[in-house]
């Protein structure tokens, strides 16, 4: 018998279900947004200091001992923060870097997230979604996207060693569509690769998971897999990452965060930890001590055999790159029509927006949503030409524009 019990999927304040209030919110937004994107209104155009890293492809002058873990980043010296650029940003840059952001995705399915994170204050939301633009250009999320797991893995060494081995990956989705993943602890030692190549393989993830999300679908599932956990495998570099991932850079984006199996000695650090998290991602947080109370959580049906005694009959394995998988990239033509057909539809867009902003009364416009249909599927079409294929598209869950899992399901 199943003892999964299944949440109720959230609706306040989300796209489809909005009141005329919060529909005139958006319409408020998007006045205040354009404002930034045509230097009509100033901003902060500098990056913010809890940025870290904008000097990471430069060579430091002075090694320092003290280095973080998984997910982690190694500590920066004075000089180096010292000779670090400081970036200037402008409106046109954060336009672009929005409608690279919102690749398949309704564009106020995004602004949605950052208004309802900062409890529809749109001051605290434009400042949290510009710094937001702002850390995709830093941390180069592009390159993640645009580049294969071999060039990402000559240039991060040791990047494919992490899909290889299994330290963290996506399967599968709940029967709320959330996709869940994976992040198995007792396989990270902290010197076996880079901190940089730990770090950009977690936003690496992050990104991927984002092409797993179906439509309609907003938050993932995150199982921290603390079976055989030590202090080893501590890393404070990664729990501050995820925190600001969460809570800053992906708000609205974590669904539950299960941490199971924790050993005794983590409590002492949930200690530390919990203070340091936002009171809502706080409250994602669900321990399980055992495979019982995992399956409270998440279907069997939906869970492998192997480890957690679920009854889908799957084992994780990295399936390599193919040679020539991303040769159509190099139709340059073909290419260079789909992103003239896809600037089409952002102005598009743009300019009905923009109409629909003259008059704030808390009304939808059909003929945005239509538009945003018609840039989701064109998306699709244009994916195979601007990002290199991973893992997923490979086992083929996501293929299309469609995401579709399989679970061979064992009674």
């Known amino acids: 018998m199943s003892t ?9 304040g989300r796209l489809g279900h909005l009141t005329p209030e ?8 998007w006045v205040r947004l354009y404002d930034v994107f045509d230097g009509k209104t100033t901003f902060d155009q500098t990056a913010p200091s809890s940025f870290k890293g904008q000097a990471r492809d430069e060579e430091p002058a002075e090694k320092t001992e003290k280095k973080s873990g998984w997910f982690g980043r190694k500590e920066e010296t004075k000089e180096e923060k010292k000779v670090a650029p400081a970036p200037k940003f402008t409106g046109e840059m954060l ?7 919102t690749m398949m ?10 208004i309802r994170a900062r409890k529809w204050n749109l001051d605290d939301a434009m400042k949290m979604f510009l710094n937001a633009l702002k850390w995709r250009i830093v941390e180069r999320i592009d390159e993640l996207i645009e580049l294969s797991d071999v060039e990402l893995d000559q240039k991060y060494p040791k990047f494919i060693e992490q899909m290889r081995i299994g330290k963290g990956y996506l399967r599968g989705a709940d029967p709320l569509n959330r996709p869940m993943s994976v992040v198995n602890t007792r396989l990270h030692h902290k010197n076996d690769q880079p901190p940089e190549t730990i770090h950009r393989f977690t936003l690496y993830t992050m990104e991927c998971g ?9 938050t993932v599932i995150v199982i921290f897999d603390l079976s055989n956990f030590g202090l080893d495998n501590m890393d404070w570099g990664f729990v501050r990452l995820f925190v600001q991932c969460f809570e800053s850079y992906y708000p609205e984006t974590l669904g539950v965060c299960v941490v199971h199996r924790a050993p005794f000695v983590f ?6 930890i919990q203070p340091l998290l936002d ?17 409270k959580v998440i279907p069997r049906e939906r869970l492998p055999i192997n480890h957690y005694e679920g009854l889908d009959d799957w084992t994780y394995e990295y399936v390599p790159a193919v040679p020539g998988e991303n040769d159509v990239q190099k139709d340059t033509a073909a290419k260079d029509a789909l992103l003239a057909e896809r600037k089409g539809l952002e102005e598009r867009f743009d300019a009905v927006t923009r109409n629909w902003i003259k008059n704030i009364n808390g009304q939808n416009s059909a003929e945005r949503d239509t538009i945003a249909g018609e840039l989701r599927e064109q998306y699709t079409r244009l994916t195979p030409y601007v990002r290199a294929k991973n893992l997923y598209q490979r086992w083929g869950v996501s293929s299309q524009g469609k995401v579709n899992w399989t679970y061979n399901v064992k009674a």
């Open 4 to 12: 999964y019990v299944q949440p109720v999927a959230p609706t306040e």
């Open 22 to 29: 919060q529909t005139e919110k958006l319409q408020q937004f």
């Open 95 to 101: 336009q672009k870097t929005f409608w690279k952001l």
């Open 105 to 114: 995705d309704h564009p106020d399915l995004i602004v949605l997230k950052f």
């Open 210 to 218: 984002r092409m797993v999300l179906p439509e309609g679908a907003e």
């Open 267 to 272: 409590w002492g650090l949930w200690k530390l």
């Open 279 to 295: 009171p809502v991602v706080a409250s994602k947080f669900v321990f399980t001590r055992n495979n019982a109370e995992l399956h």
